[in-house]
């Protein structure tokens, strides 16, 4: 049973400190889903359904991913995980999960919920999990998404199952409490909050911060940023630089390459975009320093073209945002041209295309002729 919070208990002359369980305490679970292991990383053993897409390239991200997610969490040293990659999750998860992460930390997830689960087994070194709202905050924060979904703590905090946290709400909320009050106050909420759930996590928060918890609510509501920048937004993508004032892109997709990644899931919820699971990518940034109308071309219609400009703050107010944040999917005209007026900027370019065997992608990126 995962225990709520430090506690001592009598043993002989002396009273011994207990801590919640951590993944590493638990037995492995062995009634796990009968894949193949198709890839080991440095901290993941992947097993998966030969029948879904997963490129090397995300298989790599999984990884560092997993790797940053600890950092944050202040953990030198990541618990290892085994990833079972498949949809077929309810034998294995509670009902109408969509994925899961057991205690032993495995996580049973398919494309769309990889990132999350990930987040759960990042904190394995804290506690196997805390309450609801703590919970699936931290593993949302974690998402390659902006967390721009701000609303009253006092609606969702004391939640006492995951099915009632909603969990962008959550991600934000966490996502200030680790940025604005501090990480060691934050794991130390996060060890004290009742796995149940219910009063008890508005009692801990009041312990750990020092501070009625309905006026830390309201300072949250007054004081936080309207969005949150998603961690590792532009990082470790390379500068495409252009030719005079035009940029060409030039690749083979393979998904056996590490260049290629797949499926698409840099969107809170991947069942929106039935494609996304079936489509590999490939990303590169830009630097724009003219503002203006740029025009994307592509080889042909069926190459989709997602852009994202890379903000280096942590966040962003309402007006920043307005004026600053840019995340959008650019949709072709038949012959297979977008026209989008754009700020200087630094942008990353994500260019999608459904699962083939190894074909060339071409796109090029230019100021529109017009002007207009």
Known sequence: MVLAGAMTVGACAEDIEYRPPMCSDREPEVDLPDLPLVDSTENLEIHADEGLLLCAGTIELYETTYRHNNAVLGLEDPHDVRLFYTNSVAEYCPENASACNLRDGTAIAGPGWVFHELGHASNCEWRVSSAPALNEGLATSFEPVAQDHMTDPREFITAESPFDVHYESAAHFV??????????????????????????????????????????????????????????????????????????????????????????????????????????????????????????????????????????????????????????????????????????????????????????????????????
């Open 175 to 372: 996502r200030w409490l680790i940025e604005e009050r501090g990480l060691e106050p934050f794991r130390e909420l996060f060890l004290l909050a009742p796995h149940s759930g219910g009063d008890g996590v508005l009692e801990a928060i009041e312990d750990v911060y020092g501070q009625d918890a309905d006026a830390l609510f309201d300072e949250y509501l007054e004081a936080a940023p309207y969005l949150w920048v998603p961690y590792r937004q532009c990082t470790d993508l390379e500068v495409l630089e252009p030719n005079g004032d035009t940029w060409e892109f030039n690749s083979i997709f393979d998904c056996s390459d590490p260049a290629t990644l797949g499926p698409y899931e840099r969107q809170e919820n991947i069942n929106w975009d039935q494609l996304a699971k079936t489509a590999m990518y490939q990303s590169f940034l830009i630097e724009i320093e003219t503002p203006g109308v740029y025009r994307f071309e592509r080889d042909e219609p069926e190459t989709s073209i997602e852009i994202e400009r890379c903000v280096d703050q942590v966040s962003l107010s309402k007006q920043e945002a307005e004026e600053q944040w840019i995340d959008t999917g650019l949709f072709p005209t038949l012959q297979g041209t977008t026209d989008i007026e754009l700020p200087a900027g630094t942008y990353r370019v994500d260019v999608r295309r459904e699962y083939t065997k190894p074909h060339p992608v071409w796109v090029r990126i230019s100021p529109n002729p017009d002007g207009n």
